[in-house]
């Protein structure tokens, strides 16, 4: 019995001796803020993420995974011949320093496709977002409706 507290100290001490490697100990340079996914469209297994990144020194934005989801992507939205179209943004997104990224309806987004399970209001997502320099950023996003932007036009495009 006397050696449960010295046993418990120990670990204590070599949790706290842990290099940062793991990206536990030092802070993540790039901020992700107001994670948001949209509810999966009935009978659909793919719906659209938005959030902020911020990051002090130049990033890019490489990929992105869920394990509620077989794969997720980086899209931009366009309009073409008055469709919104979007497409993978394979080069990923850059991330300029000191520079609020917003990925937003209408805009750049994230895509979760083959979701596993469908998202309702309320629920929530984990989201890993990988960067050409900075560590992985591990992030949980709510599942509802995104802010409307200026252009009003979120809600008319269910698939953004
Ligand atoms: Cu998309």
Redo the contacts with the bound molecule.
Sequence with gaps: MTRTPLFAFALLTLAACSPGGAGSGEPATVQAADAICRPTPVGRQMT?CYLTLTTATADRLVSASSPDANLV?I?E?RIESGMMM?RELREGLPLPAGEAVALAPGGN?L?LLGVKEPLVAGDTVALTLTFETSPPLDLTATIGQPAVTESGEADATA??
């Design positions: 659209g992507q899209h939205s979007m987004h895509m698939a953004d």
